[in-house]
C-alpha cells in the first residue's frame, strides 16, 4: 500500500540509531549513568562560545521578520560569500561563492550532490569500511554502489581502488577522517588517488569525481588533513558544520563546487535542482548566519583527544587491538570473535553500546564513538575489562 | 554529465524564486523601496514575541551541549508529545506523539510524504490553481500528477474531482487556506470530497489518502478552517510553522499521520524510511523545541488582514476582478489580457512583480503576495492605477 523501500529503511532505520533508540530507553530503565552509549557521532563538547554569542548578536540585532525569512534557495549571499572567502584563504584554493550551496548538513550535502550527479548506470564507490548511510543516498539517488576496501591499517588500497573504479563510475566517495575508523588520508595516498582517477577519466572519456565528504575536517590530533580540491579539479566538498562545531541538530553545512570542476555551472545547477526536488527550500538560516561567523573555528578537540588516549590506552591494555584515530571521535576496534554482532550483544550484557561493523562494509569489527563525557569512559573502562576476560584477551 | 532532470530544474529555477532573485537584482539597482515585489510568500509579519523568548531562554538555560545535538529522526519526544497535545485538544481529534515526525517544513513535509506513499504507476491529484512544486515532489517520487481544476469560485468541484480520481490515485493534495487563491474550502465541500474519497476507495480497494497542506491554517480572516482528519480519516497532515509563526527560512514543520489512516505504522515506518532516504536526519533542533513552545500561537494576522482589504479595495476600485481571499497572503487576480505572462511582463514595467498563474496549473491569472509591509502596498497602488489604465479598466 506504500512505498516498500521506503517502509523497509523506515523499519530497519539506521543501525546506528537503531542502538542509539535502545539506549535511550535502556537509559530511562537503568538510570542515564548506567548506560555506556557509544553508539551515536552526536559531539559531546559544547559547541563553542562563538556560537551561541552569534545566536543572541543575531536575535538581540535583527528584527524577528527579516531574521527568519527565506533566504535564496542556495543560501544567504553574504553567507555564501563568507564561506567561499574562508576557503580561499585557508586552503588557498579559488572558490567563487555563486558555487557554495548552503544545505541542512552532511547528509543533505550528499543526497543532494549524488541526485545532482547520478545518472541512469551510474556507480559510485565508496571506501570500505564506510559511513553506512551511503548506501542508502546512492541507492536512493538512483546509484549502484561499488565498493573498494581499505588495507588492514584503514588506508587507502590504490589496487582495490583500481580495480573498483570502472567505465560507469561517476565519482568517488572519500571520508577523511574517517568514520568508522578515525584515520586521516595523507598527501601522498590522496595523491596517489587522483593520478588513478585522472588516468581512469582519460580512459572512460568523461570525469570521475571526487565526492569529499569532510565533516570531521577541523577534529584532528595534530595531522594535516589536506583539501581535496587542491589535489584533484573535479572535486566537490561536501562539509558539514554538525561536529566541528557540535550543532548536529540544527542541520547545517555546505555543498563547494570545485571551479575547477569540469562543467562547474552545470554541476551547481543540477545541485541546485537536486535541493528543490528533495524539498530542501534553504538551509535554516538562523545558522546560516551563525556559522558564517565561526567559520574555521571549532569545539575544544582536546577533550576528544584525552578521550582518544584514555580509551585507547585502556582497551589496548586489557589486549583488545585497534589503529589509534587521527581524527573525529571513532575508534573502530578489532572483535575479539569473527561475529562482531555476537561480540556487540555480548557487551550489552554490560551496557556497552557499540555498533557492529557489518553495517560499514567489513566484519569482526565495531565502532566506538567515543564523543561521550570522559567520566564515561572512565566508568566503562571496568566494563571493557570484564568483557575481554570473557574472551581470554 | 550531469542528473539532467536535477539540472533542468535547477537552471528552470521556481518561476516564483526566479521572479524573487529578480526582484532583489531590481532592489539593488534601483533602491527597495521603488520595486513593489509581490512574487514570494516570505512572511512580512514578524514572529511572535513567543519565537525570540522561547530562543533566549533555552540559550539561557540549556548547556549548548544538549541544547544543538542530534535528536531522533523523528524528533525530540517532548517536541513530538507537545504537538499531537495540541492536535488533540485544538481540533478534537486522536493524535499520538508516535505518529508526529517532525520535518524540516512544509516542503519537505511534501517531499517525505509525497515518497512514503508512491508506488510504481501511482497518480496524485492536485486541485488547480495550486502551487507549483507539488510537481516536482510528485514527479521526483516517481508519481504522476493529475490536476482536478476548481470552480470559477475557486471552490472545490467535486465533479472535476470525480474525473481526476480513478484507480491509480494515491492521494489528493488539500491545500487550505489556499495558495495562490486565498480561499478557505467550508465544511460542506470536505464532506462532499470526503465521500467521494471513500466510495473511490471502495471502487478501488485501496484507501485514496488526503495528504492535507497547511502551512496556512492560522491565517484566516474570521473563517473557520475544519480540520481533515476529522472528516477523513487516511488523511496525513503536512504543517509548517513558517508561514504561522513567520519562520520560513528556519525550516521547521511536521507530518502527522491520523491514526485512524490504514496502516498508519506502516505508513509512519515509510514516512522515516523516505526521510532518511533524502537525507533528513532530524528537524532543525532549536526550532523544534521553539515551536514546541509556541503551538497554536501565530504572528499578528491582523496586519495581514489589513493589507488584503487595502490591496483587493483598491484594486476593485481601478476595475481589476478577484475573489477576495479568506486567509493565506496571497490575492488571485484575473488577469486584464488572456496572457498573463504578458500582464505580468508590462506590470514589471511599474516595477510591481507579479506572478503569473500559469505555473499554478491555470492561465490568466497573476498571483500577488500581499505579504509585505503596508506602506509598500500603499505607494503600489498608484503604480496598479496607472497599469489598469494601460488596458482601459
Known amino acids: 500500500m506504500f512505498n516498500e523501500r521506503m517502509q523497509r529503511r523506515g523499519e530497519e532505520r539506521s543501525v546506528i540509531r537503531e542502538i542509539f533508540e535502545y539506549g535511550n530507553a535502556r537509559k530511562r530503565e537503568i538510570g542515564a549513568e548506567n548506560v555506556f552509549d557509544f553508539s551515536l557521532g552526536n559531539p559531546s563538547v559544547s559547541a563553542p562560545d562563538c556560537v551561541q554569542r552569534e545566536i543572541a548578536r543575531l536575535t538581540g540585532t535583527m528584527s524577528a521578520g527579516k531574521m527568519h525569512g527565506y533566504t535564496s534557495a542556495a543560501g544567504a549571499p553574504e553567507v555564501r560569500e563568507a564561506v567561499a572567502a574562508y576557503i580561499r584563504s585557508a586552503f588557498g584554493t579559488p572558490m567563487s561563492a555563486e558555487l557554495v550551496y548552503m544545505t541542512c548538513g552532511a547528509a543533505a550535502s550528499l543526497a543532494i550532490t549524488l541526485h545532482a550527479l547520478c ?22 539517488a538512483g546509484g549502484k554502489v561499488v565498493c573498494a576496501q581499505t588495507g588492514p591499517d584503514f588506508h587507502l588500497d590504490l589496487n582495490a581502488l583500481d580495480r573498483a573504479v570502472g567505465k560507469r563510475t561517476k565519482a568517488v566517495i572519500v571520508n ?46 595534530g595531522v594535516a588533513v589536506p583539501y581535496l580540491p587542491n589535489l584533484y579539479a573535479n572535486t566537490v566538498v561536501c562539509y558539514s558544520f554538525s ?28 545541485v541546485s535542482g537536486a535541493g528543490r526536488s528533495l524539498g530542501y527550500v534553504c538551509a535554516p538560516v538562523l545558522f546560516q548566519r551563525v556559522c558564517a561567523k565561526c567559520l574555521g573555528q571549532s569545539s575544544d578537540v582536546s577533550a576528544y583527544r584525552e578521550n582518544r588516549d584514555l580509551l585507547c590506552g585502556g582497551l589496548t591494555s586489557f589486549g583488545f587491538q585497534c589503529v589509534p584515530p587521527d581524527g573525529a571521535f571513532y575508534l573502530f576496534l578489532k572483535s575479539p570473535e569473527p561475529d562482531a ?53
Open 341 to 393: 554482532k555476537a561480540f556487540c550483544e555480548r557487551a550489552k550484557r554490560y551496557e556497552l553500546l557499540l555498533v557492529p561493523s557489518d553495517s560499514f562494509g567489513v566484519e569482526g569489527y565495531v565502532r566506538i564513538s567515543y564523543c561521550v563525557a570522559k567520566e564515561t569512559i572512565a566508568r566503562a573502562l571496568p566494563a571493557f575489562e570484564k568483557l575481554s576476560r570473557e574472551y581470554g584477551l
Open 176 to 221: 577523511s577522517p574517517n568514520n568508522p575508523t578515525g584515520v586521516v588520508y595523507g598527501e601522498s595516498e590522496l595523491n596517489g588517488l587522483a593520478g588513478l582517477l585522472r588516468r581512469k577519466s582519460e580512459e572512460k572519456g568523461s570525469p570521475v569525481f571526487l565526492i569529499a565528504d569532510e565533516p570531521y575536517r577541523e577534529l584532528v590530533y
Open 119 to 140: 545518472e541512469s548506470g551510474d556507480e559510485f564507490v565508496v571506501i570500505t569500511p564506510c559511513f553506512p548511510e551511503y548506501k542508502v543516498f546512492i541507492e536512493q
Open 243 to 270: 561536529k566541528s562545531l557540535s550543532l548536529a541538530g540544527e542541520r547545517i553545512g555546505y555543498i563547494a563546487v570545485s571551479p575547477a570542476c569540469a562543467g562547474a555551472q552545470s554541476l551547481f545547477a543540477a
